[in-house]
């Protein structure tokens, strides 16, 4: 096990297109780290660069205290985990994993002894004379982490590896994976695209937009206290509605109608007050928006708003809306449009709601809840 360093790394192709910007982070030892961020954004090269696998165009990287810049990847003392799983087909479950133990020279009793406590870690005892074609994904998945885990390496790097699976299974291994990684203790730095991932499997995620590091932190604190636009609109899903306003006299000034702005917002976010009579960036959460009939008493207060259309998922409705206000961009380029038109808001309602497409209904929002960002900075306030 090893903390794992980062200080200042580039990454430049040709001289001028620069792929990471002075990327600085410290993995601590054990820590299961995820970098995330959309398709394009430098995760997987951050990630082969600490492999050994790209070069680093300035900066520096540490491996357990040790500066690994000029090692081959094999002197790293680090073992990666692919999206394609790269397993040889022409061999056992059981020569897969021992394959680097037999290029160290180990004894024939040796790899025995560490392939069968492997497997028996990843439940594959009754594979390990099987061949990789006849394996699910799940259990391709499994051996891939086996061959990795019999190097006791200081790091995992994983690049992606639940990519190739169904969305069932996907569910699955990453609760494996977590909670393997929680029982060996190594140092892990894993690479997704996939937010929900990142937000269940890490002990810290670093988001990443066109190669700068956006925030980084416990996936509680990025939901709640997002340090900027992007990560606002990146994390959570449905994303955060982003929109434009003016703040005057404890309100948000819309066309049409305002949203007043607790106490408690102004105490928690001082800053605030130096907004008074300038625009605003606000947003809210879908799960902080309700159907005025299921919330007990006057608790929030409401907005107008026409229901777009709605998609039923049995346990909660996802209900797009139509509101007069302007929708901000977070900036993320993998952001998928939104299906509904002209729909600018999206709410998260309990199953028994009643509401129905094309109706007008009085939106309830919980104000304690909103978020603010400078609209020129995009920075949180």
Same mark, same amino acid.
């Given at each position: 096990?090893?903390?794992?360093?980062?200080?200042?790394?580039?990454?430049?192709?040709?001289?001028?297109?620069?792929?990471?910007?002075?990327?600085?982070?410290?993995?601590?030892?054990?820590?299961?780290?995820?970098?995330?961020?959309?398709?394009?954004?430098?995760?997987?090269?951050?990630?082969?660069?600490?492999?050994?696998?790209?070069?680093?165009?300035?900066?520096?990287?540490?491996?357990?205290?040790?500066?690994?810049?000029?090692?081959?990847?094999?002197?790293?003392?680090?073992?990666?985990?692919?999206?394609?799983?790269?397993?040889?087909?022409?061999?056992?479950?059981?020569?897969?994993?021992?394959?680097?133990?037999?290029?160290?020279?180990?004894?024939?009793?040796?790899?025995?002894?560490?392939?069968?406590?492997?497997?028996?870690?990843?439940?594959?005892?009754?594979?390990?004379?099987?061949?990789?074609?006849?394996?699910?994904?799940?259990?391709?998945?499994?051996?891939?982490?086996?061959?990795?885990?019999?190097?006791?390496?200081?790091?995992?790097?994983?690049?992606?590896?639940?990519?190739?699976?169904?969305?069932?299974?996907?569910?699955?291994?990453?609760?494996?994976?977590?909670?393997?990684?929680?029982? +060996? *203790?190594?140092?892990? /730095?894993?690479?997704?695209?996939?937010?929900?991932?990142?937000?269940?499997? @890490? &002990?810290?995620? $670093? %988001?990443?937009?066109?190669?700068?590091?956006?925030?980084?932190?416990?996936?509680?604190?990025?939901?709640?206290?997002?340090?900027?636009?992007?990560?606002?609109?990146?994390?959570?899903?449905?994303?955060?509605?982003?929109?434009?306003?003016?703040?005057?006299?404890?309100?948000?000034?819309?066309?049409?109608?305002?949203?007043?702005?607790?106490?408690?917002?102004?105490?928690?976010?001082?800053?605030?007050?130096?907004?008074?009579?300038?625009?605003?960036?606000?947003?809210?959460?879908?799960?902080?928006?309700?159907?005025?009939?299921?919330?007990?008493?006057?608790?929030?207060?409401?907005?107008?708003?026409?229901?777009?259309?709605?998609?039923? +998922? *049995?346990?909660?409705? /996802?209900?797009?809306?139509?509101?007069?206000?302007?929708?901000?961009?977070? @900036? &993320?380029?993998? $952001? %998928?449009?939104?299906?509904?038109?002209?729909?600018?808001?999206?709410?998260?309602?309990?199953?028994?709601?009643?509401?129905?497409?094309?109706?007008?209904?009085?939106?309830?929002?919980?104000?304690?809840?909103?978020?603010?960002?400078?609209?020129?900075?995009?920075?949180?306030?």
């Amino acid at each position: 096990m090893a903390e794992v360093v980062l200080d200042k790394i580039c990454k430049t192709f040709g001289g001028s297109l620069h792929v990471i910007k002075d990327l600085s982070l410290t993995v601590r030892d054990g820590e299961f780290l995820i970098l995330v961020g959309p398709s394009g954004c430098g995760k997987s090269t951050a990630l082969r660069m600490i492999a050994g696998l790209e070069e680093i165009s300035s900066g520096t990287l540490s491996i357990g205290g040790e500066n690994v810049e000029d090692y081959a990847p094999k002197d790293r003392d680090i073992a990666m985990v692919f999206q394609s799983y790269a397993l040889y087909p022409h061999m056992t479950v059981f020569d897969n994993i021992a394959f680097s133990m037999k290029l160290a020279g180990k004894s024939k009793a040796e790899r025995v002894k560490r392939v069968t406590e492997i497997a028996k870690t990843l439940q594959l005892e009754t594979l390990l004379a099987s061949k990789p074609a006849s394996l699910s994904g799940g259990q391709r998945q499994r051996v891939a982490m086996g061959r990795a885990m019999v190097r006791e390496p200081a790091a995992f790097l994983m690049d992606e590896p639940l990519s190739n699976l169904d969305a069932k299974l996907r569910v699955q291994m990453r609760a494996e994976i977590a909670s393997l990684q929680r029982q +060996l *203790g190594v140092t892990t /730095i894993y690479v997704t695209h996939d937010q929900t991932e990142a937000m269940t499997m @890490g &002990d810290r995620v $670093a %988001v990443l937009k066109g190669g700068v590091l956006q925030q980084i932190d416990t996936p509680k604190v990025l939901y709640n206290h997002p340090a900027n636009v992007f990560v606002a609109g990146f994390i959570g899903s449905p994303s955060m509605n982003l929109f434009e306003g003016r703040l005057k006299d404890r309100q948000i000034e819309l066309s049409g109608f305002s949203i007043p702005v607790p106490e408690a917002v102004f105490a928690a976010s001082p800053r605030l007050a130096d907004y008074d009579g300038k625009p605003v960036i606000f947003g809210i959460r879908p799960e902080d928006l309700y159907d005025p009939k299921l919330v007990s008493g006057a608790a929030h207060p409401t907005i107008p708003a026409t229901v777009k259309s709605i998609e039923e +998922l *049995g346990s909660e409705l /996802i209900v797009h809306l139509n509101i007069d206000a302007l929708r901000i961009d977070s @900036g &993320d380029p993998d $952001a %998928v449009e939104d299906l509904s038109g002209a729909a600018n808001a999206v709410a998260k309602f309990e199953a028994v709601s009643t509401i129905a497409a094309a109706q007008r209904i009085a939106l309830a929002i919980d104000v304690r809840k909103l978020h603010f960002f400078d609209p020129q900075s995009l920075l949180a306030i």
